[in-house]
């Protein structure tokens, strides 16, 4: 990659960035397309999120995704908010053409997931209420799954997350109930969503949210953990039989649609794939 004067920047703002995974993927894109793109990681300080945002259109640079702790403060400072993004209430994704948020986490979920199968009229569960469980949670609807169970440790944050999902008229059927009862529910799931952090990187060892006996072949199962990439999650699923669903592809996709949204382009999804291979050092 050449620097000039043209140079298109994209970039990243969060705190900390230092570990972030999608420098190597976008240059390798830009590279592989040939495009005068240069993406770049900003840490930025939450007291200075606003004169970043300031500093990108001054600096006329064409886009940023966003990471903790920024997503949803950001919001406060763009002039549009995409449909879902704004129903999610968090921001990944910038565009400086017209200052527009995007959420792609979702999208990025809903990709990996539909490599497998179809999200239309599945019974979908998903572990987690947090920022990830949300994203992932508006565009499970917005394909048409027929049903979504929300499992928490806090049964509360549950049940506020299914009534904003119920609220948004993009489902009819959203339940919530208690992680602990997991295996109520997977006998009758087409779909087990992981948005935990069980199994992180160096947790390699935590007791998963679910085991191999109580799932069954037909389910398929995500895991938004990518490090490591095969989690203790998705190691019983394997033992079931039934199909795994890489974090990997998540972050892959949330990319794909981020690199859309800038350039107007298709991105180069395998070079792009191979990049976080390499970087996460995985084979192939």
């Known amino acids: ?40 990681a900003f840490d930025v300080n939450p007291n200075n999120l606003k004169s970043a945002i300031n500093a990108g259109e001054s600096l006329n640079i064409k886009g940023f995704n966003v990471t903790i702790p920024h997503k949803i403060n950001v919001i406060q400072f763009l002039d549009e908010i995409d449909e879902v993004a704004r129903l999610i209430g968090a921001v ?33 569960v998903v572990a987690g209420a947090g920022g ?3 994203a992932i949670s508006f565009y499970i609807a917005k394909y048409g799954a027929e049903s979504i169970t929300i499992l928490n ?4 944050r ?10 948004s008229g993009l489902i009819n059927d959203v339940t ?11 006998a009758n799931a087409d779909i087990l969503i992981d948005t935990t952090p069980i199994g992180m990187h160096p947790n390699y060892d935590d007791e998963p949210i679910a085991r191999a006996e109580n799932m069954h072949e037909d389910l398929v199962v995500f895991d938004a953990v990518y490090n490591p990439n095969d ?30 949204i800038w ?10 794939e191979k990049a976080l291979r390499q970087t996460l050092n995985l084979e192939g």
């Not at 004067?5 to 190597?24: A, C, D, Q, R």
């Open 231 to 260: 989690t203790v999650l998705l190691k019983e699923a394997i033992k079931a039989g039934a199909k795994p669903v890489y974090g990997i592809k998540m972050l892959l996709y949330q990319g794909t649609e981020s690199f859309k």
């Open 176 to 186: 919530a109930d208690s992680i602990s009862k997991i295996n109520d529910y997977l």
């Open 1 to 40: 990659m050449k620097i000039k004067g043209s140079t298109n920047i994209v970039g990243l703002i969060g705190h900390p960035v230092e570990h972030s995974f999608s420098p190597p993927m976008h240059n390798a894109a830009f590279d592989k397309l040939g495009m005068d793109y240069a993406y770049v």
């Open 158 to 167: 549950a049940k506020s997350l299914a009534s904003d999902i119920s609220d």
């Open 92 to 124: 990944n994704t910038i565009d400086f053409k017209n200052l527009k948020g995007y959420n792609t986490d979702g999208i990025g979920a809903v990709k990996a997931i539909e490599e497998v199968t179809s999200i239309k009229d599945k019974n979908v």
């Open 263 to 272: 350039t107007g382009r298709d991105a180069p999804v395998d070079e792009m």
């Open 153 to 156: 440790r806090n049964i509360d």
């Open 132 to 134: 990830a469980s949300r």
